[in-house]
Nanobody, 119 residues
């Protein structure tokens, strides 16, 4: 199983970016997909997640600015980010909880994509 993230880049404060992540491999089902981020010198933190059925959870810092969405048929998750701030600068990681067989559920991480917001 692999998670392939894309969409990071450099943007000015107040701008927008859209991150995308697609899962591939021997997948039976995906229960949770989400995005985490890690800034230099800081711990990795949750940005947003979405579960089967569509319920979402956002970090306080993301509420009102970021929107997570999921295309279950294509095993994709997107993160639309608006009103970006310099403090949003980090490496963003796609995450998923994936069932690969009747008895096996594992956590998977994408390779990370850099988001840099200039002031």
């Amino acid at each position: 199983v692999q998670l392939q993230a894309s969409g990071g880049g450099l943007v000015q404060a107040g701008g927008s970016l859209r991150l995308s992540c697609v899962a591939s491999g021997s997948i039976v089902s995906i229960s949770v997909m989400g995005w985490y981020r890690q800034a230099p010198g800081k711990q990795r933190e949750l940005v947003a997640l979405i579960v089967t059925g569509g319920s979402t959870n956002y970090a306080d810092s993301a509420k009102g600015r970021f929107t997570i969405s999921r295309d279950s048929a294509n095993q994709m998750v997107d993160l639309q980010m608006h009103s970006l701030k310099p403090e949003d600068t980090a490496v963003y990681y796609c995450h998923a909880q994936i069932r690969t067989s009747l008895f096996r559920v594992s956590e998977y991480w994408g390779q990370g994509t850099q988001v840099t917001v200039s002031s």
